[in-house]
T-cell receptor, first 113, second 112 residues
Framework: AQSVTQLGSHVSVSEGALVLLRCNYS??????LFWYVQYPNQGLQLLLK??????LVKGINGFEAEFKKSETSFHLTKPSAHMSDAAEYFC???????????FGKGTRLSVIA | DTAVSQTPKYLVTQMGNDKSIKCEQN?????MYWYKQDSKKFLKIMFS???????INETVPNRFSPKSPDKAHLNLHINSLELGDSAVYFC???????????FGPGTRLLVL
């Protein structure tokens, strides 16, 4: 069975500061990993994905994530936070194909002016 | 053009009623899903269909019945609504090759 742990249900950063959202996964097969963002009262938007190609994955809005197999981690980073980054972020894992996503509990990112 | 669309966006209803949520995707994907997001924002798979065939049915009460009339549509019918059914329901779709799922805007269901 697969699982995802997101450390920190709420992360608060100052505008311009580094954003680091942590995600650890458990999977018995090579995983496909995703980060999604959910703005208030909206759907889930794909930020980026890892599917066994490059371990450093670049996504939209300046976000990137690094797959580290030895640490079973897929942390999301952004060098400089903007106010518009305030949202809920979800890490998810799947076996690929048409298997469903298993989500972490989400991390709410607040950006302080 | 909206890739994955859901109707209605908001649904407020009384306990005991029956309601349906519709989902359509224009991405040409062969797999569609229903996820439930609870009040704590936790997302969990309910059902998935591949080429109109049910392939995953998690432990969901049988008051919930999905139907896929064709590859582009996946509807969710809920009988005898209960207070605990209040949640946001998301539809998603993907191709079997990529595994990347694209989500609809969600249907916010409130049962009074």
């Amino acid at each position: 069975a697969q699982s995802v742990t997101q450390l920190g249900s709420h992360v608060s950063v100052s505008e311009g500061a580094l954003v680091l959202l942590r995600c650890n996964y458990s999977s018995s097969v090579p995983p496909y990993l995703f980060w999604y963002v959910q703005y208030p009262n909206q759907g889930l938007q794909l930020l980026l994905k890892y599917t066994s190609a490059a371990t450093l994955v670049k996504g939209i809005n300046g976000f990137e994530a690094e797959f580290k197999k030895s640490e079973t981690s897929f942390h999301l980073t952004k060098p400089s936070a903007h106010m518009s980054d305030a949202a809920e972020y979800f890490c998810a894992v799947t076996e690929g194909g048409n298997t469903p996503l298993v989500f972490g509990k989400g991390t709410r990112l607040s950006v302080i002016a | 053009d909206t890739a994955v669309s859901q109707t209605p966006k908001y649904l407020v209803t009384q306990m005991g009623n029956d309601k349906s949520i519709k989902c359509e995707q224009n991405l040409g994907h062969d797999t569609m899903y229903w996820y439930k997001q609870d009040s704590k924002k936790f997302l969990k798979i309910m059902f998935s269909y591949n080429n109109k065939e049910l392939i995953i049915n998690e432990t969901v009460p049988n008051r919930f019945s999905p139907k896929s009339p064709d590859k582009a549509h996946l509807n969710l019918h809920i009988n005898s609504l209960e207070l605990g059914d209040s949640a946001v329901y998301f539809c998603a779709s993907s191709t079997q090759d990529s595994g990347t799922q694209y989500f609809g805007p969600g249907t916010r269901l409130l049962v009074l």
